[in-house]
């Protein structure tokens, strides 16, 4: 990668003008990773300077959206943190059974395999005839895959192995077929998942749930913005309602602490107080 | 020079340089340290504890938007980025790896170059990749001073020896003699600052 130095104003210029024209907001994003983000995007499509950047995110829509693609980090995996799963399974799904109906939302679900983790617990634990899922990003192309449940078979292995340490009871293989380089997940586990585009920083609360997780959103946050969006859960979930951070987020700094009990510390599973 | 932060990175061999350097540096040791590692995804933080036992300094995990401390020495989580802000706080993601590395060293330095400009000292030492070339080389771009490990004295030469290409690196030394080095430059920063203050 070619740097140059780019001033932290020019950079908060690109932002402003992103925001102004499309209505993205990462003004209060965390700066490192806007940064770097953006240089490397300025050294792929070969731009000289940000400012340069600037003019082509105002006149070209094709440009922006690659550029809203790259602020947008989409990694993710299917039973990511297996000890997180089985903590869902031992601490969470016994709340979720006091329920007659039960609304989970994904917040920040990128391409699905979250979601699709979740329906395979519920199937396994008799839950998920009677549970709607929200599954909701602001990255329409990354729900346009979540929907369509088509993934590469090179991670097969990788969530296989994950599956089995999450405390899964059946073979993981009866969740897809492959086709070709691909898995197709199984109808039955889309059939109550509803995709929806929703941006955490520029739209309201979302629906009155049971259970949010939002894994691995909020480190891409200033402390600000990640208060706000606290709030923003805490409005949206019942009381006793639970809440599941990724590993490295914590609430501990958030203004909302108070109003959780810690379900489980290390997994970052939160209760809300009655 | 006043320097405000120091990053180390890492890769096969490491378990065995941090030990050595952890348990040398003394109690009064200032300057704030901050390490990549290269570990596998799933590895859990009982060398930390361990490293922590033997050390002066308290070492840990780097914490999301944690505020990076004096005396302190700080691990990259495993599975994640570890970026600086300017601010001096830690910013974690989950962004692909970088040189088949997550976290990787080159993330974490240009992250610290941009954070601390000319403040900032970059020791790569060994490791059998090529992570932390482009850091390094933005950390010299920066004016931070540079120190590699001198590839003769690591027990895997290919990481220090890519970032010597990269750079002219202010120092190339063995191991010991990096750590008497931060010594001094420690010291001279105390002296700096009870001059200015
Ligand atoms: C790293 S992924 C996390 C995926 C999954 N939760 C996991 O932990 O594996 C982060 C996701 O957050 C989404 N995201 C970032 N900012 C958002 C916002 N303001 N509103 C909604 N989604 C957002 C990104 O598009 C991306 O899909």
Redesign the pocket.
Request: with cysteine; hydrophobic share 35%; aromatic share 6%.
């Given at each position: 990668m070619q740097y140059k130095d780019t001033s932290d104003l020019e950079i908060s210029l690109l932002l402003e003008a992103i925001y102004r024209k499309h209505g993205y907001d990462f003004r209060q994003y965390s700066q490192a990773h806007i940064r770097r983000r953006i240089m490397n995007r300025m050294a792929i499509s070969g731009f000289e300077d940000v400012s340069q950047m600037q003019s082509k995110v105002l006149n070209d829509e094709i440009f922006a959206s690659e550029l809203l693609q790259d602020l947008?980090?989409?990694?993710?995996?299917m039973f990511?943190d297996p000890a997180f799963y089985r903590s869902l399974r031992e601490k969470v799904i016994p709340i979720l059974k006091t329920y007659p109906f039960i609304k989970i939302w994904?917040?920040?679900?990128?391409?699905g395999?979250?979601a699709y983790s979740m329906a395979i617990v519920l199937q396994e634990e008799g839950l998920y005839d009677r549970t709607t899922i929200y599954a909701?990003?602001?990255?329409q192309l990354?729900l346009n895959q979540a929907k369509d449940g088509i993934f590469s078979n090179k991670m097969i292995k990788e969530y296989t192995t994950n599956y089995q340490l999450s405390g899964g009871k059946e073979s993981f293989s009866s969740y897809y077929t492959s086709s070709y380089d691909n898995v197709i997940m199984n109808q039955s586990l889309k059939k109550n998942i509803v995709w929806a585009n929703?941006?955490?920083?520029?739209d309201s609360v979302f629906a009155e749930v049971n259970l949010i997780?939002?894994?691995?959103?909020l480190i891409?946050f200033d402390k600000n913005l990640q208060n706000k969006v606290q709030s923003l859960f805490f409005n949206s979930l019942i009381n006793g309602g639970v809440l599941c951070l990724?590993s490295k987020e914590s609430l501990r700094f958030s203004d909302l602490y108070e109003k959780y009990m810690e379900l489980d510390t290390k997994q970052r599973i939160f209760k809300k107080k009655y | 020079m006043h320097y405000e932060a120091i990053v180390i990175g890492v890769s096969s061999g490491g378990m065995n340089v941090l030990k050595i350097i952890s348990a040398a540096l003394p109690i009064d040791f200032k300057i704030p340290i901050i390490i990549v590692q290269h570990v596998g995804a799933h590895s859990d933080s009982k060398w930390i504890q361990l490293l922590n036992e033997k050390s002066n300094l308290l070492i840990k995990e780097a914490d999301e938007k944690e505020k990076i401390e004096k005396g302190t020495m700080y691990i990259a989580a495993p599975n994640y980025h570890l970026l600086i802000e300017k601010d001096k706080t830690f910013s974690l993601s989950?962004d692909e790896r970088v040189n088949f590395a997550r976290p990787s060293i080159d993330v974490l330095f240009e992250s610290a170059a941009e954070a601390y400009r000319e403040k900032l000292i970059g020791i790569v030492l060994t490791g059998s990749n090529n992570d932390g070339t482009k850091g390094i080389i933005r950390i010299k771009e920066c004016g931070g001073l540079t120190i590699i490990q001198d590839p003769k004295t690591a027990e895997s030469p290919y990481m220090p020896k890519s970032a010597i290409d990269g750079i002219e690196a202010d120092y190339i030394l063995s191991l010991e003699d990096i750590v008497e080095l931060l010594i001094k430059i420690d010291n001279q920063n105390n002296n700096f600052n009870k001059l200015y203050k």
């Open positions: 947008s980090i989409t990694v993710t995996e990511r994904h917040a920040g679900c990128a391409t395999e979250e909701t990003d602001f990255n990354a929703h941006n955490l920083v520029t997780l939002c894994r691995n959103v891409y990724g | 989950i």
